[in-house]
């Protein structure tokens, strides 16, 4: 396919030593958004002096950095992707392509682990929300992947309010709420740059943890009140 114009959305904490890495492997057409989210480590310098926009979000998390970036993002179509080394980015018109031919609104990159990549408890944690995910929802889904892509217009009419770890989770709720039709594309998952701000601490972890689990009681509260609505996509 042809590579659409896209904006991709990098949250960035302390990522300078994958930055090189990450950014060269943005495909032609693509530009990378660098949401800096308070680096000490002169991220967000490097960043622009590799040609990246730079959006600067002062307060903390995940989600805040993201939705800075959907908010200065003006691509009809946006993607996610972290910026850690652990995605290529490459990979992204694969993940774009069903959005662009019309046949998803949201697509996640599923993640393929490669060797020393995923802790285990990590991706135990992982398959075990998709179970619940495929419960609550019915979506036949087996990764909550941060890769991601979707219009610019419909994500920002999912009216996202999490601004730390249940961000992901929140805009994957809304959209299965909405109708939205939501599809996988498998791509590799490469060991990160440095050490996780989530998976490598305790404290990530349980941060992680809460997040989600406010989301997931909030959208079984809503698919109880709430008629699900014909899957077909977006009007």
Known sequence: MNA???????????ERGALPWVLSRMPDGYRA???????TDGSAELAARLGATVVREERRGFGAAAHAGL???TADFVAF????????PSRLPEVFAPVVEGTADLVLGARE???????????MANLLLAWRLRRLTGERVTDLGPMRAARRVQLLS??????????PLE???KASLHGWRIAEVPVPYAPRTGQSKVTGTVGGTLTAVRDMSAQLKAAAAAS????????????
Not at 5 to 13: E, G, K, M, N, R
Not at 33 to 39: E, K, L, Y
Not at 158 to 167: A, I, K, N, T, W
Not at 225 to 233: Q, T
């Open 4 to 14: 659409p114009t896209a904006d991709v959305i990098l949250p960035c904490l302390n």
């Open 33 to 39: 958004i660098v949401v800096d989210n308070g680096s």
């Open 71 to 73: 908010l200065a993002a």
């Open 81 to 88: 992707c972290d910026c850690d080394g652990s995605l290529d």
């Open 113 to 123: 682990p490669q060797r020393g990549s995923w802790p285990f408890h990590a991706r």
């Open 158 to 167: 999912l009216h996202l309010e999490d601004r730390r770890s249940g961000y």
């Open 171 to 173: 805009m994957f709720l």
């Open 224 to 235: 109880e009140s709430v008629p699900v609505p014909k899957r077909g996509g977006l009007e």
